[in-house]
């Protein structure tokens, strides 16, 4: 249909012009006019009438919605053959109907982030209204069991009441975070130095992808390391110096979350490191200082807001990760400082409470939109911070020395 | 030239650098005087900047350099394998085109190398000595009350004036400047200038300039490069008002830039 | 000697130690994080390799019609427990398909069950004694051997551990990958030319911009709460289905497309646009006919990049629903699959000892697809810098 179309533009338009008029545009975008504004009414119909069977408002017949398409396709191909004449802007209408056709494919990714936004903040919200906000923000017993009844239709009064007391699963969060970050910064930053001051064009060459490929690990395949491979290690490690460790220890995770993350710091760390400007080396160079007191005096000072950002950015990462933690952290929130114990985060605890068999309104799967709120909004302001850091990073080195 | 009474601070001998298979230096043989301002002069590429970073072995940095010849400070040789190039530069400091204060606060700027030298120790010997440096760059009334703001906040004139109060605080024999003032306003230049002339008293003053007014302000000696030759070396006033070679003239008239 | 005198410096001993140990420690820094990816590689082809070869059994059966039926009865107690049960549960199909074994005693290979594979393997079993009996004399009969293990490629999970294999979730990571593809390259290719090419410079743009950004930044967790809460609940979309996933999963994509392909459109140099101006082209023609062609290189390796990351994508996946146990491979995205990542998850929790290899070897298909892919890209990379 929109084929014909196409063609009786085109052929309206070479005809007009064969008549040895002026034409305002293309004949090609004549056709391509002629088709849109058949072709566009038509699927307009269309849409509307799936949108409208979806909400369920009202059930039109496809057939009837077709037979209406064509109606609407013939009327409009009738109007414009008619219509159209040498004064027809066919190019001016075809491109802003394109530049608007790429705005609105630019907008969905704004709808996207505010769809994860209003999906989250709704469920949340849910949850709140039955739930106390203080008791989830301050409370330290995290005991859903009986909403787990409730939701599945088997609450019963004698029952306690569920705590949602989310102190234990932050604190389970922050603390395995704090453990990657304590294996990611040092080895991450260090390994940066390295690239990007002592190693030579080659080994670096060599070495970045290398890196690349470890951070192109999935998670899922760090997961199974740490479960398989890395917990039982630590757990006979510990147990030959007589202390007694979780098979799904902080520690574990937490060391092979670092793991994870060191790509993610040495190469960003190399990056800035390397965009401080000679200009500052040679001062420090020439007034008699080796290198590694150059680096430590005055590179990496320059470079501290870039390796700040980069730092987030790993932090921001740990706290979002899901994977390694479902397959190699506990499953019970508990408040301790042991690291050797096992304790769960706010990522499992989204993913236990959503492949459960509850119904979707009970209290516990709108818990999981809680805490995905919390890391949400958590993990947004992180990122500002770290992009508002680079940023000026890149200001400073733009504009002076220059 | 008359060179009785003068002693020769940094001597290079058939001093020969290649860039890869690219030869830039085509062995320079140049006495520098003690207690004197040295210019040198030449059009750009000429070989003068990639000279003078020889006489604290800067060029050790790029990886490319190859270097042949001798390069002697009071008769010891810089390039000799025993010796460790930090004290070389301890002893050879120098300034840049850009001024490169560091992140840091302007104290620390001047007191880190003299610290890490252990030329003080810190508190109030530490405090001497900056207060000195920064004198003698005639910078102390400007920042005294300023000395915990960072370095970076100066203006291009001052930040300057810092770096050379920087170089001075390591206690040199010799400062190199490579083109110091070329990147500051005319007021500035002409204030870097005059301590340059006071500086002379203490050290030896060496210094590359594409201009060629400044050096017959400043300097008691010229060198004119070309291509990597050392074309001709005197004193500064005969070598303008007389000039021996020929390119020189042609240089010193404006006949190539 | 006079030389060292003259160039003294009291502490440079000391500050070359340090030095030398900072350069150190960085080195060793750097050598550690090769270490891991080292090791881990290590670890990883080691557990994984054995789940190639698969423990064949060499048994003689009596056919007969009464097989069909019941072809358990034609095995004695200690057999049944070193050959699998799937196998045999297969029979009947063999017998349908090969009539002409009726009445006849066949030699057959039967897979062996899964303790028995762990055994001959050398790893922890679960073998009594006397089984080990009975299979160290099948060993010096010759009748038990290591062979390739055909089943791990071609078939679906199953809760039968020598019976699974990676074929579906190898066909649900295709299919997923396609939906994905499909939605995520026109709408991020798209964006990014509007972005590039067509966007004025005002709030709206830089709104969408750091939106952008933002959304790169988000744990992919919560774009599994998204897909959860509005494509499953809102839209109906099928549970566990490819579509859902890929749906997901192009969002999550979308900003590497698009700030790949951003990168792509800028490094096209400006002169091209500027003769185009002046042959009176409007923009769209421009950016159709001359911009895109050269941009598409890099726009394909983003897309790449995109798709590797996706591949390995779990979290938001889990929150679909697509870690069902899936034994048949989907054959629509509307049926219930399962992707790579998420089987080699399941895998990874059950208890038979024998899925750790086929865990392992499910990671080995995967990276290997994974470094592939990143090598398509690098080369297509390489050849696109080429041009200019």
Not at chain 1, 57 to 68: Q, T
Not at chain 2, 176 to 188: C, F, G
Not at chain 3, 157 to 176: R, Y
Request: charged residues 15%; glycine residues 8%.
């Amino acid at each position: 249909m929109l084929f014909i179309a196409f063609i009786v533009g085109k052929g309206r338009a070479i005809s007009i012009r064969a008549k040895g008029l002026k034409m305002h545009s293309q004949p090609d975008q004549y056709g391509w006019f002629v088709t849109l504004y058949t072709g566009l009414p038509a699927m307009m119909v269309g849409v509307v009438g799936v949108f409208l069977s979806l909400f369920g408002v009202a059930s039109i017949p496809p057939l009837m919605l077709i037979g209406a398409a064509l109606a609407l396709a013939a009327f409009s191909l009738y109007g414009l053959s008619v219509k159209m004449n040498e004064k027809t802007k066919a190019r001016d209408l075809v491109e802003n109907f394109i530049k608007g056709l790429l705005l609105l494919a630019a907008f969905i990714s704004i709808i996207t982030t505010f769809g994860i936004l209003f999906s989250i903040v709704f469920e949340a919200f849910h949850f709140f209204q039955r739930e106390s906000f203080i008791g989830f923000v301050f409370g330290t017993t995290w005991d859903p069991d009986s909403a787990f009844l409730a939701g599945a239709g088997r609450g019963h009064e004698d029952v306690a009441a569920a705590k949602f007391g989310a102190v234990p699963i932050f604190a389970g969060t922050f603390y395995i975070t704090a453990i990657a970050m304590a294996v990611a910064v040092p080895i991450g930053l260090l390994s940066a130095i390295y690239l990007a001051e002592y190693a030579s064009d080659k080994a670096r060459n060599r070495i970045k992808p290398a890196l690349e490929i470890l951070a192109g690990i999935p998670t899922v395949v760090y997961g199974f390391f740490a479960a398989i491979t890395v917990a039982p290690l630590l757990v006979n490690f510990f147990r030959s110096l007589g202390i007694d460790a979780s098979f799904e220890s902080a520690l574990g995770a937490g060391i092979v979350m670092g793991i994870m993350i060191i790509p993610i710091i040495a190469s960003l760390s190399d990056d800035v490191i390397s965009s401080v400007p000679n200009n500052i080396r040679n001062g420090s160079l020439a007034l008699g200082m080796n290198k590694a007191e150059t680096i430590k005096f005055v590179v990496l000072p320059s470079a501290m807001p870039g390796v700040i950002a980069a730092v987030l950015l790993g932090v921001s990462r740990a706290l979002g990760e899901t994977m390694i933690v479902v397959m190699a952290a506990g499953l019970r929130p508990n408040l301790s400082w042991n690291p050797l114990d096992d304790m769960t985060t706010v990522t499992v605890k989204i993913v236990q409470a959503m492949v459960g068999d509850q119904a979707f309104d009970s209290s516990l799967t709108l818990a999981a939109f809680a805490l995905g709120l919390v890391l949400f909004v958590v993990t947004l302001i992180i990122n500002v911070i770290s992009v508002y850091l680079i940023r000026s990073f890149h200001k400073k080195y733009k504009v002076s020395n220059l | 030239m008359k060179t009785e009474g003068l002693h020769v601070k940094v001597q290079s001998r058939d001093l020969k650098l290649w860039y890869g298979d690219n030869q830039a230096l085509k062995g320079i043989n140049l006495d520098i005087f003690n207690n004197k301002i040295t210019a040198f002069i030449g059009p750009s590429g000429c070989g003068k900047s990639t000279y003078l970073r020889c006489l604290n072995r800067m060029n050790d940095l790029i990886s490319s350099v190859r270097i042949e010849g001798k390069v002697e400070i009071d008769g010891h040789d810089i390039y000799d394998p025993s010796v460790d190039v930090v004290a070389v530069r301890k002893r050879i400091g120098m300034v840049f085109q850009q001024p490169n204060p560091f992140p840091k606060s302007i104290y620390e700027n001047i007191a880190y190398a003299p610290l890490m030298h252990d030329i003080v120790k810190k508190g109030p010997e530490c405090d001497e000595l900056v207060e000195k440096a920064i004198r003698s760059a005639g910078l102390w009334e400007e920042v005294k009350d300023k000395l915990k703001q960072p370095g970076t906040a100066l203006s291009g004139g001052q930040q300057q004036r810092l770096c050379i109060a920087r170089a001075i605080a390591v206690q040199p024999d010799v400062i190199l400047m490579d083109e110091p003032t070329s990147a500051l306003d005319p007021i500035s230049t002409q204030i870097i200038e005059n301590l340059m002339v006071e500086l002379k008293e203490k050290f030896t003053i060496v210094v590359v300039t594409h201009n060629m007014q400044q050096a017959a302000r400043v300097a008691d000696y010229t060198a004119f490069f070309h291509l990597g030759d050392l074309v001709e070396y005197g004193e500064t006033e005969q070598m303008f008002v007389n000039p021996k070679e020929d390119k020189t003239e042609q240089y010193i008239t404006g006949k190539f830039g | 000697m006079k030389q060292n005198d003259y160039f003294y410096i009291p502490q440079i001993k000391k500050r070359n130690q340090k030095a030398a140990a900072f350069k150190g420690l960085a080195a060793a820094a750097l050598a550690t994080s090769l270490a891991f990816l080292g090791l881990f590689l290590f670890d990883m082809v080691r557990q994984g390799l054995p789940a190639l070869k698969q423990a064949y059994v060499k048994v003689d059966i009596a056919i007969t019609e009464a097989t069909l039926q019941n072809p358990y009865a034609e095995f004695d107690r200690e057999s049944l427990a070193i050959i699998s049960r799937a196998w045999v549960r297969g029979l009947p199909q063999m017998i349908e398909e090969n009539p002409q074994w009726i009445g006849t005693t066949q030699t057959l290979w039967a897979l062996a069950a899964a303790e028995t594979d762990q055994y001959m393997k050398g790893k922890q079993n679960r073998l009594r004694e006397n089984q080990i009996q009975i299979v160290e004399k099948l060993k010096s009969d010759a009748k038990i051997e290591l062979r390739f293990n055909k089943i791990f490629f071609f078939t679906g999970d199953s809760k039968i551990p020598e019976n699974a294999g990676f074929f579906s979730a190898i066909m649900g990571s295709v299919l997923t990958m396609l939906v994905t593809m499909v939605i995520a390259m026109p709408i991020g290719i798209m964006t990014a030319i509007y972005l590039e090419e067509f966007a004025p410079d005002n709030r709206l743009t830089q709104l969408i911009e750091i939106n952008i950004n933002n959304l790169a930044a988000i744990p992919s967790i919560l774009f599994g709460l998204l897909g959860l809460a509005i494509f499953i609940n809102f839209f109906g979309v099928p549970r566990s289905s490819p579509l859902v996933g890929g749906m997901t999963l192009a969002l999550m994509s979308l900003p590497i497309i698009i700030v790949s392909s951003k990168a792509a459109l800028k490094s096209v140099p400006d002169s091209i646009r500027q003769a185009g101006f002046g042959l009176g082209l409007t923009r769209w023609q421009i950016v159709k006919d001359h911009v895109l062609p050269m941009a598409l290189p890099g726009m394909l390796t983003g897309s790449i990049i995109a798709l590797a990351q996706a591949i390995g994508e779990t979290a938001p996946l889990i929150m679909v629903g697509m870690i069902a146990f899936v034994p048949d491979a989907a054959t629509s995205i509307f049926e219930a699959a399962t992707v790579m990542p998420a089987q080699i998850y399941t895998w990874s929790g059950m208890p038979e000892k024998m899925y750790i290899e086929k865990t392992a070897a499910g990671i080995l298909v995967l990276l290997t697809i994974l470094l592939s892919l990143n090598t398509v890209a690098i080369f297509l990379r390489r050849k696109y810098m080429k041009k200019w």
